[in-house]
């Protein structure tokens, strides 16, 4: 009897599960008849559904792509989908464990209390802002990039998983490489103006090529790093394959951005890499061949990177226009997304321009994440800002010294990577308005990460030493 009583629950359970298939089978025949998009559509979101809650940190890497490839249909659906659902995860997860709190979260409390306070003030803005409907359209996406900087902060708890966030990063960005090159056979032109087509301009599913070119770079870094850790050959040699793809794609984008910000992140390796410079012009080769190459094959794009009287299609009017109304309320601001509502307004005080349409008619943001920030939320907001971004960076360079101090160089040169690569970014924020971008957001979530796996690697207090132990081994060999 008691036998029968326990495997009722069994047979229960498996026939909820059989019939659970069966109108799940019958649901995708119904979609498959109507519209086979539809279809695999809901067939993909079923599966990613899947993969989240059974395993949340597996479902946030599947969503990781849909951000390098925005654009696309896939990718958009991918990126609104992946982050409903590893939200919710998340909040399954947290009520079952009756806490919204976790041992991360506590350990870097002061990193949370920063991000919220800046959310806070972006939100109080809207008390003297002129226009307080566009601080509410720009504020309701502000808690998308934050969460998803939360989400990678609490799931990524070991190495191997933070391994697999930044292999997954680079395997997205070379997959939107890809794509951009191979979709610009169908657009080049041989007639198109280099300076103002998107034709011959890598951007593929990305959409944009300047945006496209900031996250290529980054994925570069990151994949010299990467490299550092592993010890396969045949993955070391994909890794290879993956640098000369970015760099190709990179060159391919014609972004002028994209160069200053390569050669900010090569400063910045110069620097963080110093004993092993050697390996830093090394790695610089690698990324100036294949992209020398692209520019030989196709003439149109460094001939955009070389031509500079276009006053970089409106820029240094937009740039002289923040900085106008910067200053005219420098520590509260103007209030969020408040930037475009007053630079028509100034467009003769700023003296004579390039491009008048860029400042009197089109609703163009700033083009220089400083400066917005510092428009629209003052310095107080483009402080608070910066503090995360300083905290985030110092966290990686204090992991890859604590790594080096435990004997893994390997950790200790993906950490510093980590850094050069939030570098870059910030090199391209100089040229573009990506305060709320992603892909920052997941880096900078990593060097926290870094630091609390440091820590469990090494004692939590060290003497002197921890400071002059030399870092100049090289990485484990295959």
């Known amino acids: 009897m008691t036998t029968a009583v326990r495997g009722r629950p069994a047979q229960l359970h ?46 946030l890497l599947c969503w ?37 709190t976790d041992e991360r979260i506590r350990e870097f409390r002061w990193l949370v209390a920063l991000v919220i306070t800046m959310y806070l003030w972006f939100g109080a803005t809207m008390l003297w802002a002129d226009d307080p409907a566009a601080v509410v359209r720009e504020y309701r996406w502000w808690p998308i990039p934050l969460a998803v900087f939360g989400l990678v902060l609490t799931r990524i708890t070991s190495i191997r998983l933070l391994l697999l966030l930044v292999s997954t990063f680079v395997a997205s960005a070379t997959l939107a490489a890809t794509i951009g090159m191979i979709t610009l056979r169908s657009t080049a032109s041989a007639s198109a103006d280099p300076l103002t087509s998107m034709d011959n301009r890598v951007s593929g599913a990305a959409g944009d090529p300047n945006g496209l070119g900031a996250g290529l770079i980054a994925a570069a870094i990151l994949a010299f790093g990467l490299a550092c850790v592993v010890r396969r050959a045949w993955v070391r040699s994909a890794i290879v394959v993956a640098i000369l793809m970015l760099a190709a794609a990179a060159a ?3 972004s002028r951005m994209v160069v200053i910000s390569a050669g900010v992140a090569f400063v910045a390796a110069l620097v ?5 410079i050697g390996r830093v012009l090394a790695a610089a080769v690698c990324v100036v061949v294949p992209a020398a190459l692209w ?10 990177m070389v031509v500079s009287n276009d006053g970089g299609s409106g820029r240094e009017d937009l740039w002289n226009a923040a900085v106008h109304l910067a200053l005219e309320n420098p520590i509260a601001g103007l ?27 089109k609703p163009l943001v700033a083009h220089n994440t400083y400066l917005q920030l510092w428009v629209d939320s003052g310095a107080i907001g483009l402080g608070l800002f910066l503090a995360i971004i300083g905290f985030c960076t110092w966290c990686s360079l204090r992991a890859g010294r604590d790594f080096a101090w435990a004997g893994r160089r390997d950790l200790a040169a993906l950490s510093r990577s980590v850094a050069v690569a939030v570098i870059s970014l910030l090199g391209s924020a100089a040229f573009l308005t990506i305060a709320r971008d992603f892909r920052l957001w997941i880096l900078l979530a990593a060097g926290p990460i870094l630091l609390s796996l440091a820590r469990a690697e090494t004692p939590w207090r060290r ?16």
């Open 64 to 100: 990781l792509p849909g951000v390098f490839v925005p654009a696309s249909v896939a990718g958009g659906a991918l990126l609104r989908a992946g982050f409903v659902l590893s939200l919710a995860a998340w909040a399954v997860d947290a009520i079952r464990r009756r806490s919204i």
């Open 252 to 254: 391919g984008t014609a």
């Open 295 to 304: 520019f030989y094959c196709f003439p149109p794009a460094w001939q955009r």
């Open 335 to 361: 209030g969020l997304d408040n930037f475009q509502v007053h630079k028509p307004g100034v467009a003769l005080a700023i003296g004579e321009v390039q491009n008048a349409s860029a400042i009197a008619e």
């Open 272 to 276: 963080i890499f110093r004993q092993v």
């Open 14 to 59: 498996g026939l909820s599960l059989v019939l659970a298939v069966t109108c799940a089978a019958v649901a995708l025949g119904a979609l498959v008849g109507f519209d086979e998009r539809i279809a695999v559509g809901a067939l993909c979101v079923v599966a990613l559904a899947a993969c989240c809650f059974r395993n949340p940190t597996a479902g």
């Open 463 to 478: 003497g002197p030493s921890a400071e002059t132990t030399p870092v100049t081994e090289p990485c484990p060999a295959s």
